[in-house]
């Protein structure tokens, strides 16, 4: 319950921004994640069994612990960790070594997450990034509460820009038919609204002769397209 009311206040502040909201919320719950478990890193015997068993994180995640100012110490000791595990590990994983059945699970990702290219070639016997799973927890609750409180957020979705396109299919099939004709309707909206933007755009850098000024919606456009078919992607 209490995470519940958490996801819904945390959901609330982020849709009043522009960008998928589910997206925003799924950053700051990795970004909490990596950042308390790069201060506890030293301590916790659970983190080394985890680390052990995954191998540490995805390239994404790995790199994003180095971001955390004043957090390089602890980022090394979480990589020393899974550096040791690996190096235990290497015997297991070269007997182990199969070819992977590559075409099955380089079209289904697991766990929805958008990283982890390289997950298709990894054997199952390494568990799978702890922060995209964290992630991916967190897009699940994120997802039934935009879906349970639609009739208050659809409202500041739309003027948001709508949801991004992993994000929207994701929630779509979680949806019942009404809240997704709710969706599917701002969707659509925003993404024509994107569409024009484009074309002002396109436009106005044809023709070098234009007089009045690019709006900040076009000028932004090719930028906000990108985020809005893969995902927002934070920028440092
Ligand atoms: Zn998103
Ligand atoms: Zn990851």
């Known amino acids: 319950m209490a995470k ?7 959901l609330q502040r982020i849709i009043a921004q522009p960008g998928c909201p589910l997206c925003g919320l799924v950053q ?5 994640y990596l950042d308390t478990l790069l201060w506890e890193s030293s301590t916790d015997f659970n983190l080394q069994a985890m ?4 191998l540490g994180f995805c390239g994404r995640h790995s ?3 180095l971001t955390f100012g004043g957090q390089r110490l602890a980022a090394a000791v979480v990589e020393r960790t899974t550096l040791l595990a690996a190096i235990r590990r290497l015997p297991e994983l070269t007997d182990t070594a199969e070819p992977p059945p590559v075409r099955f699970r380089l079209g289904r990702r ?20 702890p922060a995209c799973l964290r992630e991916a927890a967190e ?3 994120g997802t039934e509460t935009l879906l349970k409180h639609l009739d208050e957020f659809s409202g500041p979705l739309r003027a948001a820009g709508g949801l991004c396109l992993p994000h929207f299919i994701q929630t779509t099939r979680a949806a019942p038919a009404p809240q997704r004709a709710v969706l599917l309707a701002i969707q659509q909206a925003v993404w024509q609204d994107l ?42």
Not at 51 to 54: K, M, Y
Not at 123 to 128: E, L, V
């Open 63 to 65: 790199r994003q612990l």
């Open 195 to 236: 569409a024009g933007h484009l074309e002002e755009f396109i436009r106005k850098h044809m023709d070098h002769h234009h007089t009045d000024p690019i709006s900040d919606p076009a000028r932004l456009s090719v930028e906000r397209t990108i985020a809005a078919l893969t995902g927002e992607v934070p920028v440092r």
């Open 51 to 54: 680390l052990t068993a995954s």
């Open 139 to 141: 897009t699940a609750r």
């Open 4 to 10: 519940e009311t958490a996801t819904y206040q945390q």
């Open 110 to 129: 697991k766990f929805g997450t958008q990283t982890q290219p390289d997950a298709a070639i990894l054997p199952d016997s390494i568990q799978p990034c």
């Open 28 to 32: 700051q719950a990795a970004s909490t």
